[in-house]
């Protein structure tokens, strides 16, 4: 599919009126805070548009309206703080463990109005704490782990009949296939999986979308970093 096809009204977005003057000081404190802590390797405006704001938006219609949403791994606030500008309705719940990262997130949620708030916290302690497990609609997350890794730290996080929503670069099938038998352990499955070109120059993307279907066992998250060392 051709991401350009369903793609032009956020490129105006983005570009014009209200929401393209938050877009433009999202970009001024992004690179601002790119000096003082490592947030991104994309740089130039352009690029930024294109492979940040774009791609972010690119899942803006597995969001429910007016969901409670978390999201996990923040780092410079994607997809998060983008979906925000130009969706107002949604609330998010920012999950970052690096705390000059945390600032940063603090600094742009403010600045830039946004319904959010920022937690300093690992993925693996923010889904056993009794205040946010299963409390959320959606648990989103962009280039932050291996996708049965990730499932791990996200699906404790969503009440029953929500959403886990993993924004994933153009290898995404072999990582579909291979959480199979984590979507199921932990309580989920697979209802969309969607195939896109950012740009002939930005490359392939991959937008993978599972419902909850059952509360996640309590022993999952599993911590100490087995989430990573042995994926399920």
Do not use: W
Not at 83 to 105: G, H, N, P
């Amino acid at each position: 599919m051709c991401y350009n096809r369903y793609m032009q009204d956020y490129r105006k977005l983005i570009r014009e009126g209200e929401t393209g003057e938050k877009f433009k000081a999202f970009y001024r404190l992004l690179t601002e805070y790119n000096e003082k802590v490592n947030l991104t390797r994309i740089t130039d405006e352009e690029e930024c548009r294109v492979k940040h704001f774009l791609d972010s938006l690119a899942g803006e219609k597995y969001f429910p309206q007016g969901e409670l949403c978390a999201e996990v791994g923040s780092g410079g606030g994607f997809p998060s703080i983008p979906l925000m500008i130009v969706r107002q309705d949604l609330k998010f719940t920012l999950i970052e463990s690096v705390a000059k990262k945390c600032v940063f997130l603090e600094k742009a949620v403010s600045e830039l109005e946004l319904n959010a708030k920022v937690i300093c916290m690992r993925a693996e302690d923010a889904a056993r704490e009794k205040t946010m497990r299963e409390a959320f609609g959606v648990c989103c997350a962009r280039a932050v782990a291996r996708l049965n890794t990730l499932s791990e730290y996200c699906i404790p996080l969503v009440k029953t009949g929500g959403r886990f929503i993993a924004y994933k670069g153009s290898a995404a099938q072999e990582e579909i296939a291979e959480a199979q038998h984590a979507l199921e352990v932990l309580g989920a499955r697979e209802i969309a999986s969607e195939n896109f070109l950012l740009s002939e120059e930005a490359g392939e993307r991959t937008l993978f979308v599972a419902e909850i279907v059952k509360p996640t066992p309590a022993a999952y998250p599993r911590g100490r970093g087995k989430e990573r060392s042995k994926p399920l």
